[in-house]
T-cell receptor, first 116, second 110 residues
Framework: DAGVIQSPRHEVTEMGQEVTLRCKPI?????LFWYRQTMMRGLELLIY????????DSGMPEDRFSAKMPNASFSTLKIQPSEPRDSAVYFC??????????????FGPGTRLTVL | DAKTTQPTSMDCAEGRAANLPCNHS???????VYWYRQIHSQGPQYIIH???NNETNEMASLIITEDRKSSTLILPHATLRDTAVYYC???????????FGTGTRLKVLA
């Protein structure tokens, strides 16, 4: 099992550019999460998908952020235009149905984004 | 979900047991206690979870007090690779949101 796969692992871009982060969840998992981690704010949930449908995007900072899940094996998080304050590590996680107690989330290795 | 309180940092000698406390005094009856850890530059990793009874798996043991207001994660024989930030999280079944606090930064010393 390859686990959750994220790409790229590192991204450096200039302010104003579009950034797209990619995630492949674990096969068979039907829930997918995007998190952002910074020193100041810690680990924050940005958006949650269940069966490819966005359920809660209340954590998305603003309209510059958007996320899609076109199928069960792929999701993207896009920032357009990017700003220096978007610099962070972005994690994708997946899990089985959350109605079950004790269901754990499996995290990917993260994408370290630097916006200059 | 209930709020958790953990010490900011702890040290432990290699080979000794590491005991990481967590306070969750406002926990409600159906909320589970989860522990995750994050090794530097990696994504968080699930360790263990429990409701009322003590739990043990290949990684750790979880001791929950009878009133469920606090718990302790035990790493029985800490190694240098256990150096990480450990997060204690309380979550209701069927809810999806983990609230990651600041966690405890455990340093295992040679």
């Amino acid at each position: 099992d390859a686990g959750v796969i994220q790409s790229p692992r590192h991204e450096v871009t200039e302010m104003g550019q579009e950034v797209t982060l990619r995630c492949k969840p674990i096969s068979g998992h039907n829930s997918l999460f995007w998190y952002r981690q910074t020193m100041m704010r810690g680990l924050e949930l940005l958006i949650y998908f269940n069966n490819n449908v966005p359920i809660d995007d209340s954590g998305m900072p603003e309209d510059r952020f958007s996320a899609k899940m076109p199928n069960a094996s792929f999701s993207t998080l896009k920032i357009q235009p990017s700003e220096p304050r978007d610099s962070a590590v972005y994690f994708c996680a997946s899990s089985l149905a959350l109605v079950l107690a004790g269901v754990e989330q499996f995290f990917g290795p993260g994408t370290r984004l630097t916006v200059l | 979900d209930a709020k958790t309180t953990q010490p900011t940092s702890m040290d432990c000698a290699e080979g000794r047991a590491a005991n990481l406390p967590c306070n969750h005094s406002t926990i409600s009856g159906n909320e589970y206690v989860y522990w995750y850890r994050q090794i530097h530059s990696q994504g968080p990793q699930y360790i263990i979870h429990g409701l009322k009874n003590n739990e043990t798996n290949e990684m750790a043991s979880l001791i929950i007090t009878e009133d469920r207001k606090s718990s302790t994660l035990i790493l029985p024989h800490a190694t240098l690779r256990d150096t990480a930030v450990y997060y204690c999280i309380v979550r209701s079944p069927g809810t999806y949101k983990y609230i990651f606090g600041t966690g405890t930064r455990l340093k295992v010393l040679a």
